[in-house]
């Protein structure tokens, strides 16, 4: 998967690691709202995307709903 082809806010599988590509600049807004549903994750830039590495194993359906309902 190419960085450049990534989609914002779609959930990642890479093993047992779920990664999201943020939009540029709102990577901690995202972060914040994985938060207050109770998902941890750790933010890494990279441009142009922010990253998010959610927790080991997070749901990724249940994280992929969350991100739906985040208003941009």
Do not use: N
């Amino acid at each position: 998967m190419a960085i450049m082809s990534a989609q914002e806010l779609k959930v990642y599988a890479l093993g047992s690691r779920r990664i999201v590509y943020a939009p540029a600049g709102r990577g901690e807004d995202v972060r914040l709202h994985l938060a207050s549903h109770g998902i941890a994750s750790e933010l890494a830039h990279l441009d142009p995307f922010g990253r998010l590495e959610l927790e080991r194993f997070a749901d990724a359906q249940t994280v992929q709903a969350v991100l739906d309902d985040w208003e941009r």
